[in-house]
């Protein structure tokens, strides 16, 4: 039997999670799934529930199981238009998951969104009440007037910069925002 360690995190319905910090010191790739209750890692939507034991954090060594794919972010050169002038973003975009994501505060300050930084958390001045975006690798849960709203995308790290899918730009300026895949560019309206 594999050798196991314990980590932090809490477990689905499965007894399991997607590594999102610190992977490599769990002998795990970040975007992985794992189990902590004893079953292989595979990328089965319906596994079945089984009882506990102690083979916490163990990883399957069988031919058997497949390995979830991991997500990493591939860095993009895009265009971005901003009332139809070409500017330069300072970082890079990437993609994620199939989704462009862009640097959080050089968006903002291009945008002229008003923004604060306090205990981990970008405040934002949207323009449909204040948005509240942890900057925690993998987080998908945000705040908008105080109410809970989930992204499709979580929010990354890369290159030390946070990452912000265009759903989270949108709720942040009344602008009008259009990513034209095939040309590699993003065209932002400001009137």
């Known amino acids: 039997m594999p050798a196991s360690q314990a980590h932090p995190g809490r477990t689905d319905a499965n007894g399991g999670h997607t590594c999102r910090t610190n992977c490599e010191k769990w002998g795990l790739e970040y975007g992985e799934y794992h189990y902590h209750n004893g079953k292989s890692s595979t990328n089965s939507s319906s596994a079945s529930s089984?009882?506990?034991n102690n083979n916490v954090g163990a990883k399957a060594n069988s031919k058997?199981?497949?390995k979830v794919k991991v997500i990493k972010p591939a860095p993009i050169a895009i265009g971005l238009y901003v009332d139809k002038e070409k500017i330069a973003l300072k970082s890079s975009a990437v993609l994620y998951d199939g989704q462009l994501m862009l640097p959080l505060t050089?968006?903002?300050q291009i945008l002229k969104v008003s923004y604060k930084v306090i205990d981990g958390k970008v405040f934002i001045e949207g323009h449909e009440g204040q948005l509240g975006v942890p900057v925690k690798q993998g987080s998908k849960r945000m705040t908008k007037a105080g109410e809970e709203v989930l992204l499709h995308t979580p929010?990354?790290?890369y290159e030390g910069r946070v990452m912000v899918p265009l759903q989270l730009l949108r709720m942040?300026?009344?602008?009008s925002f259009e990513y034209k895949k095939a040309e590699k560019a993003l065209y932002i309206a400001l009137s």
Do not use: F, R
């Open 64 to 66: 058997k199981s497949e």
């Open 50 to 52: 089984s009882s506990s």
């Open 155 to 157: 929010i990354i790290q």
């Open 106 to 108: 050089e968006m903002l």
């Open 172 to 175: 942040a300026a009344e602008h």
